[in-house]
């Protein structure tokens, strides 16, 4: 039978198995929401074990330089022998690359900015890369429109935050490059109105979505506004929260569930910063989110189903479109047992900034 019949037949019998084996979301629990100002942060507790001690996050591989990260275009000096890339010419705004020279396979999530080269940029899909990689193109989207000169030839990821969900919204469910710019923008505008005077003109001066946020007076207002940000970190590690259901206004936008309490909490002080500087940005009328909408929320992935593997035996990524929603859910094949490493859940209704019409983009 031809390869292509035989990849066909497996991938609709891997579809159907999904769409019958119940979602993984009904292991968990989600406990009362913590909330501070407008942002109310659900936990999420339980849920299946896992070893997720091998993986490298982007910021430890970066930092150790196991890492490294390029423009296309320079990228000739990493390729291992006996492999096949084909440089891109000076670069593309779409398009990074990067080499996993660590012997731990290297987790990537959607939203990590990677800064530095001719724009700083925001990862779009979850993928895990495996040990002693090739070359790989890196699913990216710019998060700094107007410039296109080296500031650095160094890469590195933005240490204090990962986008926020209204400019992680684009670039994973609507893989959408002006809306990118569009509510990179719009964030912008609107922290610049929450930020200090004393912001004010380093943020009037950038289009860098990534030195808006880490801007010193900017990186404080988050920190603390209304307590919030040093309230939760305690609090959700009390629990042993293996994520959050987030509502903004009392609206729920957002979820995001990792596979351990550990891995978590490599990432929980970006996560939440995160959406810190949603709530700060998105300041309408709103209540308290119920309790209930919550495990709701989280539980509801009936929809339109697709499965890929984008490295084959090391990882594979479910997306399911429903209706107002989609949901991502990365998980791991290596070394040679599956479990999920990643859920992430947005509302794109409730994501998106007013005004915008995303579900118009998805048709």
């Known amino acids: 039978m031809d390869r292509r019949i035989l990849a066909h037949v497996a991938f609709v019998l891997l579809t159907a198995a999904l769409a019958v084996a119940g979602t993984p979301t009904q292991e968990y629990k989600v406990l009362p929401a913590i909330t501070r100002g407008n942002l109310s942060l659900f936990p999420i507790v339980g849920g299946p074990a896992a070893n997720t001690a091998p993986l490298l996050t982007l910021d430890e591989g970066l930092r150790s330089g196991a890492v490294v990260v390029t423009e296309a275009g320079s990228a000739q000096g990493l390729v291992r022998p006996g492999t096949h890339y084909r440089p891109?010419?000076?670069?593309?705004?779409?398009?990074l690359v990067l080499v996993n020279n660590?012997?731990?396979?290297l987790l990537l999530l959607a939203g990590e900015v990677v800064t530095g080269g001719k724009q700083d940029r925001v990862?779009?899909?979850?993928r895990i890369v495996p040990p002693k990689s090739d070359l790989i193109d890196l699913s990216v989207?710019?998060?700094?429109?107007?410039?296109?000169v080296a500031s650095s030839e160094h890469f590195a990821s933005m240490p204090s935050a990962m986008a926020q969900p209204s400019v992680r919204m684009p670039a994973m469910a609507l893989r959408d490059q002006q809306l990118?710019?569009?509510n990179v923008a719009t964030a912008q505008h609107r922290m610049y109105a929450a930020a200090p005077p004393q912001a004010a003109d380093a943020i009037g001066r950038t289009t860098s979505y990534a030195k808006v946020m880490q801007n010193p007076q900017v990186e404080k207002t988050i920190a603390s506004a209304a307590t919030s940000y040093d309230g939760f970190l305690p609090e959700l590690h009390k629990v042993g929260a293996r994520g959050v259901v987030v509502a903004v206004n009392g609206r729920i936008t957002w979820a995001d569930v990792l596979a351990?309490?550990?891995?978590?909490?490599?990432y929980l002080q970006k996560l939440?910063?995160?959406y810190v500087a949603e709530s700060l940005t998105n300041t309408g009328m709103g209540g308290h989110a119920d309790q209930k909408s919550a495990p709701t929320f989280l539980d509801q992935q009936n929809g339109t189903r697709e499965v890929s593997e984008t490295e084959p035996g090391v990882s594979r990524r479910t997306e399911i479109t429903g209706d107002g929603y989609k949901v991502f859910t990365l998980n791991s094949l290596f070394p040679h047992q599956e479990y999920t490493v990643h859920i992430a859940?947005?509302?794109y209704e409730e994501v998106m900034f007013p005004g915008v019409h995303p579900i118009e983009r998805m048709r």
């Open 88 to 95: 891109a010419g000076s670069g593309e705004v779409n398009r």
């Open 345 to 347: 859940k947005m509302s």
């Open 102 to 105: 660590s012997g731990r396979p």
């Open 260 to 266: 351990r309490t550990d891995l978590l909490e490599k």
């Open 180 to 182: 990118v710019w569009d």
């Open 123 to 126: 990862i779009g899909v979850d």
């Open 141 to 148: 989207f710019c998060v700094e429109p107007g410039r296109w």
């Open 272 to 274: 939440i910063r995160s």
